[in-house]
């Protein structure tokens, strides 16, 4: 990977891990038990504090995706086809099969329990 994308995939991993950190935060501070009215008033910042975070960090991400899309529209985003593609699909099908089968196999076992409970 070029170092450009390794940097956006840092970035994007970061803005996910805060806004997840930052809900986390708002719903910590939300209970309300038996508080004063200034340590009310001091969370109440806290959480619009936290929920504006919230919202600059989507509209980062939102703005990458823009300028994927526009790179991507635009022909700057080059997107090549390997050789190993082919025997990836060949490999996704195989799996594919095989947990179709894994699923029958689980919906057979379901109904053999259901029938000795009965």
């Given amino acids: 990977m070029q170092p450009r994308s390794i940097a956006l995939l840092q970035r994007i991993d970061t803005n996910v ?4 950190q ?7 501070v939300a209970i309300i038990q038996d508080k004063s009215r ?15 975070l919230i ?12 300028d994927l899309k526009e790179a ?7 997107v ?3 050789a190993d593609e082919d025997k990836s699909e060949e490999e996704v099908r195989a799996v594919f099969d095989k947990f179709n089968e894994l699923t029958e196999r689980i919906a057979g076992f379901k109904d053999i329990k ?3 409970s009965i």
């Avoid at 891990?17 to 997840?20: A, K, S, T």
């Avoid at 919202?55 to 823009?66: A, G, H, P, Q, V």
């Avoid at 991507?72 to 080059?78: A, D, Q, V």
Wanted: charged share 35%; net charge negative.
């Fill in 17 to 20: 891990e805060q806004i997840l």
């Fill in 22 to 28: 930052k809900f986390e935060d708002i719903f910590e």
């Fill in 38 to 52: 200034e340590q009310l008033s001091v969370e109440n910042l806290t959480i619009e504090s936290d929920s504006a």
């Fill in 55 to 66: 919202i600059r960090l989507c509209e980062d991400l939102l703005s990458i995706t823009r």
């Fill in 72 to 78: 991507w529209c635009l022909g700057t985003l080059k």
């Fill in 80 to 82: 090549t086809r390997n």
């Fill in 114 to 116: 259901k029938v000795e």
